[in-house]
């Protein structure tokens, strides 16, 4: 194999920098060409690229976001916008490619290996809602991210003696607020994995204010329900001042925990790697403390990645 492509797709998340450095660092080590597509895949459509040297990925391991920029791609999704994609690989005289980004992102890179081109997948998206790992690339930093600001909350909320509603991201998950939830000592943890009361939640808010504490956070996935609306609930039924904090991109910045600068630099040599060994058609993924290869098609049969049973116990005992 003498050229390959990588490019970052969908959502961006911290981390994908540094995955990008260790593709291009090893491939270059492997005597491989590097072509970064930029935009993901409508850069990859409409032919945008850059050939990358080792001077291309110095300084951008700690830095978030990507280098390359991202895209969400709706051509991508269809048969014509594949057939030009793949056309435009075997074009480039691209042998292997490398998506780096979420669920949609990795269909895409099934997608170009069924018409011919190997491509590798690499799990990035802080939903963790892709199977067969056990993180995804920039889950550790929003989690970081989103723990920062609640302890701040918390700060502001206990001297005021409010409620805080926080809204965390996570599309269909509710891995990002569960957890984030335990590590913060919310008192409530609203998910689409777990069916919930406003009434019932209420009524514990009551109870805890009759035995004297006036503070409470109450952190809601996205994908539950509406954070606005449990805010207006809460302060309707407790008569307690109620704050709204909607967290939205701010979770997907900043610089990358040491998790993510690891695992970004574990998935892309063991991209790089897979694509040497002719594993094209499959993702990488952390299991079990290991770096491991799954063909794509089970990843998709599994569909997305249930929350964790023993995250939720532990929701269960000291959150909910
Ligand atoms: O998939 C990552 C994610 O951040 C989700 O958590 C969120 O629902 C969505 O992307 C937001 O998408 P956009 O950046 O297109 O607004």
Not at 300 to 317: H, V
């Amino acid at each position: 194999m003498k050229r390959i492509a990588v490019l970052t797709s969908g959502g961006d998340s911290s981390g994908m920098n540094a995955c990008v450095r260790a593709v291009v660092r090893k491939a270059l080590s492997e005597n491989m060409d590097v072509v970064g597509i930029e935009k993901g895949y409508q850069g990859l459509i409409d032919r945008q690229y850059q050939i990358m040297t080792s001077r291309s990925v110095s300084g951008i391991l700690q830095r978030g976001g990507t280098v390359l920029h991202s895209a969400r791609c709706k051509a991508m999704m269809e048969e014509a916008g594949q057939k030009l994609a793949a056309e435009n690989l075997l074009g480039l005289g691209v042998e292997g490619l490398i998506v780096i980004g979420g669920e949609g992102s990795l269909k895409g890179a099934l997608s170009l290996s069924q018409r011919g081109i190997p491509a590798i997948g690499i799990p990035a998206s802080i939903d963790n809602d892709i199977a067969f790992t056990d993180m995804s690339l920039g889950v550790d930093t929003a989690l970081n991210n989103i723990i920062y600001a609640v302890d701040c909350l918390r700060d502001t909320a206990s001297s005021h003696s409010r409620a805080f509603v926080v809204e965390c991201m996570g599309r269909n998950s509710g891995y990002l607020t569960i957890t984030a939830a335990v590590a913060c000592g919310a008192e409530f943890a609203i998910i689409p994995e777990d069916p919930f009361r406003i009434d019932e939640i209420c009524e514990c808010l009551k109870s805890r204010y009759r035995e004297g504490r006036d503070n409470s956070l109450i952190m809601v996935a996205e994908g539950a329900a509406k954070a606005q609306e449990i805010a207006d609930q809460i302060k309707d039924q407790i008569g307690f001042e109620t704050r709204l904090m909607v967290l939205g991109h701010y979770q997907r910045g900043g610089s990358p925990s040491v998790f993510d600068r690891l695992l970004g630099a574990r998935f892309g040599v063991k991209a790089v790697d897979g694509l040497l060994q002719g594993k094209g058609g499959c993702m990488v993924g952390l299991t079990s403390g290991g770096i491991t290869y799954t063909p794509l098609e089970e990843v998709f049969q599994a569909g997305l990645r249930p929350i964790d049973a023993a995250i939720l116990r532990l929701a269960k005992t000291l959150v909910i």
